[in-house]
């Protein structure tokens, strides 16, 4: 209960100077202890020591939950490759994956500049029974938009909105971005137009982004 008021409070460092206390006491944890701490260290920016916590959570046979490798796998998302890994062992292993699993490592992906793993990781969730959310479709579109991608990035919007998933401002944005990025002036205002008449808000983002589609089109007028 301790680690857990330190891990919501943002107190990372005290939280982990508890969890040592416990192991010098020889005190034996529990899954949520270990995923509070692992939570703290996420919160704390700290990935290295996350994955730290882990691994000596294996060494202790305790068996990681699905929030124990949601958790690790957030904290890592600067360091995709790692938590690839981690992502890798979570299905290996058998330990059951839900949406936020998938997210994590599509926004990871997309903060590292793969979109094609982003895609696949995208078409992987869509081939389960696990339904994509506005997350999935946001951190997919961002990460076709940093790759250059503007066909797949409007084709993934085109998918949101048959599935009936509500696009909201950073789903707009990114296609519109990505239309930009590619030239594609004319669909990029189309587009800025749809959302304008439509109820999602727009942004600083999304006039500079539109602004940008009218400069590189000539369309200043």
């Known amino acids: 209960a301790a680690i857990s008021a330190c891990e919501k409070g943002g107190e990372w460092e005290r939280a982990l100077q508890l969890f040592g206390f416990m192991a010098c006491a020889r005190v034996r944890y529990d899954t949520t202890t270990a995923n509070a701490a692992i939570s703290a260290c996420e919160k704390g920016g700290q990935w290295e020591r996350a994955l730290l916590f882990f691994s000596v959570l294996l060494g202790e046979d305790i068996e990681p939950s699905t929030i124990t490798y949601n958790t690790a796998l957030s904290a890592c998302c600067e360091a995709w490759q790692h938590a690839a890994q981690l992502f890798h062992e979570m299905i290996q292993n058998q330990v059951e994956w839900d949406a936020i699993s998938f997210n994590t490592m599509i926004s990871a992906c997309e903060s590292n500049g793969e979109w094609r793993k982003a895609l696949w990781l995208f078409s992987m969730l869509a081939a389960s029974a696990v339904e994509s959310d506005v997350i999935t479709f946001n951190a997919s579109i961002s990460a076709c938009e940093k790759g250059g991608e503007w066909e797949k990035a409007l ?35 189309q587009l800025f137009s749809e959302m304008v008449q439509s109820t999602v808000e727009s942004d600083i983002f999304t006039f500079n982004a539109a602004v940008s589609a009218c400069e590189k089109g000539a369309e200043w007028e």
Do not use: C, Y
């Open 155 to 189: 084709q993934l919007l085109h998918v949101m909105l048959r599935r009936q998933v509500d696009p909201g401002t950073i789903s707009f944005n990114a296609a519109i971005s990505a239309l930009e990025k590619g030239g594609e002036w004319e669909k990029a205002l």
